[in-house]
């Protein structure tokens, strides 16, 4: 059985405000080194899935300046590999306004491919899943779709889900919620979708006759009692960035040894763009505690229960706290910052205080002196 991926890279750009005004979701930074679109394309990988193409939209600069030619992730090869798909590609006259629009924009693609199986992924869910035991499940099945679902505790309104799955015994969806956030445990798709290559065309083809454009509300909920769709429950760590508070909390999870654990290594490595850099230097008198730090920080201050990202300098008397620090941040002597996202190459002047809060985190955009 093989497989091909397609990663949909913006898919909730929209909700991260200033930290993906110029970047896509995909090319978000995350934990120290990472970037989102890291952890689905190594899950990809170490499935033996070696054809992905990646849909984009807008702002993919820096997705291309991190991807490159697919290296790091063994996939410049003569025979399928990695594959930019932006918009306007196949003659479309306007931006995609859903997912099936992205695909369809992507059908030449799909066509020349050989791969029997498709799988969608979106690069919000962070995780280390095994997608070749998925595509197994999926064909016993005997399922049109599976969808990739995680049982979560939804406490009310404010923690609602875009999509929640209702299954029998035998998993055959029968229920599909959109924007759902009643009090309850659910199945809650985590963007991740299986089904055979030559049916997601059919769909494509019928989808555009009907000038369709929402997969999840057209094609999963208006069908789910026409064809057969299938609940595939992922039972391992997740961690989901789809606004600012929930990417600072995914962040702060990896300060937990065991989350770091499975996230990086549960079911093979994570791989990233390769950027050499001199360690960490910790001058006489810092103090670092409960943070993890990347490669060519300078820290003369106090740091606790942080994310530095590379090249990041704390000055003499500076106290970070419960932060974010992106690549090339400089923070000078005496400042005191809680609670804050610095994106890269901000600059936090002499003595300034910025104190955030645990459900409202300060954003500082990129490039910004405060």
């Known amino acids: ?36 679109v890291d952890f689905v ?71 020349r491919s050989n791969e029997e199986y498709v799988l ?3 690069t919000h869910i962070i995780c280390n899943m095994d997608y070749q035991d998925m595509l197994k499940e999926h064909v016993q099945s005997g399922a049109d779709i599976s969808i990739i679902t995680k049982r979560e505790n939804i406490t009310g309104r404010d923690d609602a889900r875009d999509l929640i799955v209702r299954s029998g015994l035998d998993g055959r969806v029968k229920e599909v919620l959109m924007h759902y956030g009643v009090p309850g445990v659910e199945d809650c798709g985590i963007g991740m979708y299986i089904l055979k290559r030559t049916f997601l065309l059919t769909l494509l083809q019928e989808a555009h006759s009907y000038h369709l454009v929402d997969f999840e509300r057209e094609i999963l909920q208006a069908k789910c009692n026409l064809i057969n769709i299938h609940s595939i429950h992922f039972h391992g760590q997740t961690l989901c960035v789809d606004s600012i508070g929930r990417y600072f909390n995914a962040n702060m999870a990896l300060l937990n040894a065991q989350v770091r654990e499975e996230i990086f290594f549960s079911h093979g490595p994570i791989y990233t763009k ?34 530095l990202f590379r090249g990041v300098k704390v000055g003499s008397g500076a106290k970070i706290k419960n932060c974010i620090l992106m690549q090339d941040t400089k923070i000078e002597d005496n400042v005191e910052l809680h609670y804050t996202i610095c994106d890269k190459d901000v600059t936090i002047t002499k003595g300034r205080l910025l104190v955030g809060a645990p459900g409202h985190q300060i954003v500082i955009a990129k490039n910004k002196v405060v």
């Open 41 to 111: 394309l190594s899950n990809m990988v170490n499935a033996n899935i070696t054809n992905v193409g990646v849909i984009t939209k807008q702002n993919y600069q820096s997705l291309m300046d991190h991807l490159g030619s697919g290296k790091e992730w063994d996939l410049d090869r003569k025979v399928d590999g990695l594959f930019i798909l932006p918009p306007f590609g196949s003659g479309q006259k306007s931006i995609y306004r859903g997912r099936l629009e992205a695909l369809w924009g992507t059908r030449r693609f799909l066509e």
């Open 274 to 307: 390769i950027l050499d850099e001199v360690p960490t230097r910790y001058a006489t008198g810092c103090k670092v505690t409960n943070s993890l730090l990347a490669d060519g920080c300078t820290i003369r201050g106090c740091v606790e229960n942080s994310i």
């Open 120 to 122: 969608l992924a979106d």
């Open 1 to 36: 059985m093989n497989m091909m991926g397609i990663v949909f890279s913006n898919i909730y750009d929209e909700q991260l405000g200033e930290i993906t005004s110029r970047r896509t979701l995909a090319s978000l930074p995350f934990g120290g080194r990472y970037r989102l």
